[in-house]
């Protein structure tokens, strides 16, 4: 564990052996933060949240309440867990059978937001600025700036850096209504101008 203790921890908060935290981390009541792993500066982890072994957060983080994040998974900077949402790390679980080689990695990539109770199947990895719907089951590969929900999930539009939807004109244009950035839509990808 950091030993310089610049982030803040909560009494009842475990923290194994081998960590890194970042400077102005908050961990929360309750949670439990497996070896081995890497969180950035500036996070903010729930109550009750648990992080596998080896997982990494960048900085900026924020992982509400009830949160399980397991080996094989990477947030990027920036990137938002909504209350309850889960990650899995294997295709075919079975209780009898041990499959910790087989885990698949998951990439939420920079400033990407996952709803609440929100189940992100292994080896499927959520592009920058994506939005995922409360309630949605990934099982597929989402692409930046995608706004999906369902279960399973499909896609329904785009959405800002923001969190805006965008509305792309017939030339291929969108700008966010609140910071009046440009967006463009070419061959089903979002660019920002």
């Known amino acids: 564990m950091d030993t310089n203790k610049t982030f803040f921890a909560h009494e ?8 890194t935290i970042g400077e102005g981390t908050k961990i929360w009541h309750f949670s439990h933060i497996m070896s081995n792993c890497t969180i950035g500066s500036n996070c903010n982890i729930g109550q009750n949240v ?9 900085s900026n983080v924020k992982v509400q309440n009830n949160v399980s ?62 939005f995922i719907g409360a309630g949605a089951v990934v099982t597929k590969e989402v ?7 369902g279960n399973p999930s499909k896609q329904i539009g785009w959405i800002s850096e923001y969190g805006h939807r965008l509305d792309f004109d017939e ?10 950035e440009k967006y463009q839509l070419k061959d089903n990808k979002v660019t920002k101008c």
């Open 12 to 19: 009842t908060a475990v923290i194994d052996d081998g960590c």
């Open 143 to 149: 692409a930046p700036y995608a706004l999906v929900v």
């Open 50 to 58: 648990v992080v596998s072994p080896q997982v990494v957060l960048g």
């Open 69 to 130: 994040i397991y080996t094989g998974v990477i947030c990027e900077d920036d990137v938002f867990l909504g209350p309850s949402m889960v990650f899995t790390n294997v295709i075919n679980p079975r209780s009898a059978i041990k499959r910790q080689d087989q885990y698949l990695e998951t990439i939420v990539k920079k400033g990407a937001s996952i709803g609440a109770n929100a189940t992100i199947v292994c080896g499927n990895n959520i592009g920058e600025y994506a």
């Open 171 to 180: 030339k291929g244009y969108a700008v966010c209504p609140e910071s009046e």
